[in-house]
């Protein structure tokens, strides 16, 4: 029997329905145990109490639903709580619970003894018949011994610490889930476990299940309260350590990712990668919105991805996630990377492919934050050598579309490895440019922007694989079928087409093909 263990949710509704989601993909959603401080922190507390009334949760008080709910505290306006944000969310929480969920909550024990298959099982919050000790990690072994001896139970449940694991003194199970609302360990995804009990005999499995981020901080955000609230949960710190971090007053941070993601690879249709990825993504931020940019990069042409994510980033919204994986260097030791670029968020391999828009933005002197990618946690587990676009690039993607903070994903870095994107060089006659992008049509677009051409644009002739072109033709129907011409595509560059046909085609052109244009008098 699967039984999933919850604790501490504090009122974080978000994480509290990704937990579920993923407790019943391991099949221990028939009976919930959850071992209190349902409420607090965080911006849901009354659904959280509706979700929690179900018939297959077993639950108890904790001490931070005990004070919201006494009648004693809130006369006295919580005054024994000593810092002024903390007394503003206890005021609010018990307002913002309906009459009903206040008296389910007054009807809940401090404490409960089950049996099941024949384990004698206690769920306590904290240390059995105290509301403010904790047992951790470092709890010395002769006290857990003697709680064995006085609890009269073979498994010991317990939350408030926020700290998940699990320990056997004297063969009695003591166990902590962690906290699935506000955890305080730098890891801001939730956190439960599941209790397997089979033949007399219990095992414990913790999960760390990531959820939107995003979307519990901008429903606390439309609270009123106090910003620093967002904080603890984007930082997975309590409050003490945000003040640390950020001060008492912290602002709210200038971009919030919006749960889109876009990909630029060169993995082709033909096989399984593409929608790998997707799948990937989706299961790490279920509500994100994947769109394909290009899946059809020629392989291994960093500069050609580089330059189609120029062309497509600035036309999405502020906030995007943008995985871009050209990777010929995959398995080795070149970095992976993660960035924001002004108003977006950019994860790909540490070989050039960031490097134009990262130099373009300094030069405009927009804001730049770059991390390498070295915290596995957020990664698939064992990574293959081989396909880091499902197993870096994706999970990574997809947690910063969940609103997870790029600094937690990795080390600041200032040198990410640098990409020249080929020019046009000046010539006696001209220029002379080449091929840098092929679009399905066959249409061949150059480096050399239609800004450094001269005004009259019929002084120019463009000569490419033996054929020359006379002027600049501004649209396909001005131009008869089959005709080969020059044109200013989308891009602002200059483009060599056929119309009704296929220029690649017709001049044996790829990438790098040189192109002369020269500048008559």
Known sequence: MKIAILSDIHGNLPALKAVLCHAAGQG????????????????????????????????ILGDYDKKVISKAQRKAQWAGVKKPHKRQMFAWTYHALSKPSRKFLKTLPEQRQLEIEGLRILLTHSIPGSSDDYLSQETPEEHLAALADACEADILLFGHSHQSYFREVNKVLFMNPGT??????????????????????????????PYCITEAVQALRQTGLPEIFCHVIRQGLNYNDVVR?????????????????TLLTDFGLQDHFAGVIKGVIKSIAPQAEVIDICHQIQPQNIEGA?????LAAPFFPYGTVHVAVVDPGVGTSRRAIAARIESNFFVAPDNGLLSPLISKAKE????????????????????????????????????????LPLEKLGTHIDDPVTLTLSEPTRTSSGWQAEVV??????????????????????????????????????????????TLIATIDSSNSLAIAEVNGSAKQRLN?????????IVGS
């Open 509 to 517: 052109a790829e990438i790098g093909t040189r192109v002369d244009v």
């Open 437 to 482: 992008l092929i679009d399905v049509y066959g249409n061949l677009m150059t480096n050399l922007p239609a800004s450094i051409l001269p005004y009259k644009e019929q002084r120019i002739a463009t000569r490419i694989q033996g054929e020359t072109i006379s002027g600049i033709t501004h649209t396909y129907a001005d131009a008869e079928p089959g």
């Open 28 to 59: 221990a959603s028939q009976t919930i145990l959850n071992l209190g401080d349902s409420i607090g922190y965080g911006p849901n507390p009354d659904q959280v109490v509706c979700l929690l009334q179900a018939a297959h949760f077993i639950n």
């Open 364 to 403: 405009d002197k927009l804001p730049v934050e770059i991390v390498s990618l070295d915290q596995p946690k957020y990664w698939l587990p064992q990574p293959s050598m081989l396909f880091h676009g499902r197993d870096i690039f994706a999970p990574v993607g997809a947690h910063l579309a969940n609103g």
């Open 180 to 209: 699935v609302g506000r955890p305080d360990d730098g890891d801001p995804r939730a956190s439960y476990a599941v209790l397997d009990i089979k033949n007399g005999k219990a095992t414990v499995e913790h999960f760390r299940v």
């Open 245 to 261: 971090k950020l001060g008492k007053n912290p602002a709210p941070p200038s971009l919030e990712s919006i749960s889109l993601v």
């Open 306 to 310: 580089a330059r189609m994510l120029i």
